[in-house]
Structure formats: structure tokens, C-alpha cells
């Protein structure tokens, strides 16, 4: 069975961090793009990030660029999302994804196995 298991939310100041990880099993995903996305409450399902299979390219969203980073290690089967800088609009619940493609993507569309998210809140 594929898992993607999502850890690391919860409660931070405005100005903040926090590191979210994504724990896969089931299949290596080694080969795979893998992403974050987040949702909050009355919004759609938004991109955050990707990498591709070596994490050697990486994709963000505009309001994340140079405060995020995305990183994977293929040895553990893990993705992680260091998220620094935070604001209240940041505030969501995070999924992180993977894609039978080896290349990064923003498109929630081509993305083939899920997690169940982790909540991000940030008080101001």
C-alpha cells in the first residue's frame, strides 16, 4: 500500500519556521517528482513546490520564492519542506505528493499519490 505520511505542522509566531517532512512507503519514489501543496479554508488547493527525482531542479510558487526550500533524501524515501519567514497567509494545510514523472511540477493534476496533510497555523 502507498503511503505519503505528512509531519511537522503546528502552531507558530508570525516570523517563525518550521520543517515539514513527508515520510513515502509502499514504493520508492526515488524516481518520482514530488511536491507540496497547501489549502486553506474556503481556497482552493494551491502549488507551493517541487523537485525533481534527484532534486536537482526545484519550482516555487512566487509567494514562497526565498523562504521556502524544498529537499528531498531518496535514501530515507522522505521529502521535506523548510518553511522560514512565516506569515499568517502561509497558514494552511499541507500535503506533500508524488508523480510516476521524474520532473518537478505545479500542476496538482499530474500528480499520482497523496498525503493527508499536516496543519500549518501561524499567529500574528
Known amino acids: 500500500q502507498v503511503q505519503l505520511v505528512e509531519s511537522g505542522g503546528g502552531l507558530v509566531q508570525a516570523g517563525g519556521s518550521l520543517r515539514l517532512s513527508c515520510a513515502a512507503s509502499g514504493r520508492t519514489f526515488g524516481n518520482d517528482g514530488m511536491g507540496w501543496f497547501r489549502q486553506a479554508p474556503g481556497k482552493e488547493r494551491e502549488f507551493v513546490a517541487s523537485?525533481?527525482?534527484?532534486?536537482?531542479?526545484?519550482y516555487y510558487a512566487d509567494s514562497v520564492k526565498g523562504r521556502f526550500t524544498i529537499s528531498r533524501d531518496n535514501a530515507k524515501n522522505t521529502l521535506y519542506l523548510q518553511m522560514n519567514s512565516l506569515n499568517v497567509e502561509d497558514g494552511a494545510v499541507y500535503y506533500c505528493?508524488?508523480?510516476?514523472?521524474?520532473?518537478?511540477?505545479?500542476?496538482?493534476?499530474?500528480?499520482?499519490?497523496w498525503g493527508q496533510g499536516t496543519q500549518v497555523t501561524v499567529s500574528s
Open positions: 523537485i525533481s527525482w534527484s532534486g536537482g531542479r526545484t
Open positions: 505528493a508524488a508523480r510516476t514523472m521524474p520532473l518537478p511540477s505545479s500542476n496538482p493534476n499530474s500528480y499520482n499519490y
